[in-house]
């Protein structure tokens, strides 16, 4: 069974949530090798500061949205 793939290889939509995940402060970095973004919070960290982490993870994936939407159907 084949893996069912919403991006092109070659789309970057990785690239597309790093950038726009660091508009928002969060160091989400597009590995080369693989389509993810790595996420590493600091070593010691409180439950408030995962909490602002997290918000803005969400808000950075969805200023992303539309423009992934449209890489979905290209």
Do not use: W
């Not at 597309?16 to 508009?23: A, Y």
């Amino acid at each position: 069974k084949g893996r069912m793939r919403f991006f092109e290889p070659n789309a970057g939509a990785h690239r597309l949530v790093s950038g726009k995940e660091l508009d928002q402060g969060v160091l989400a970095r597009a590995l080369p090798y693989i389509e993810v973004c790595s996420f590493s919070p600091p070593l010691s960290i409180n439950r408030a500061e995962i909490d602002e982490a997290v918000d803005r993870f969400a808000k950075g994936l969805a200023s992303a949205t539309d423009e992934l939407a449209k890489l979905a159907k290209a």
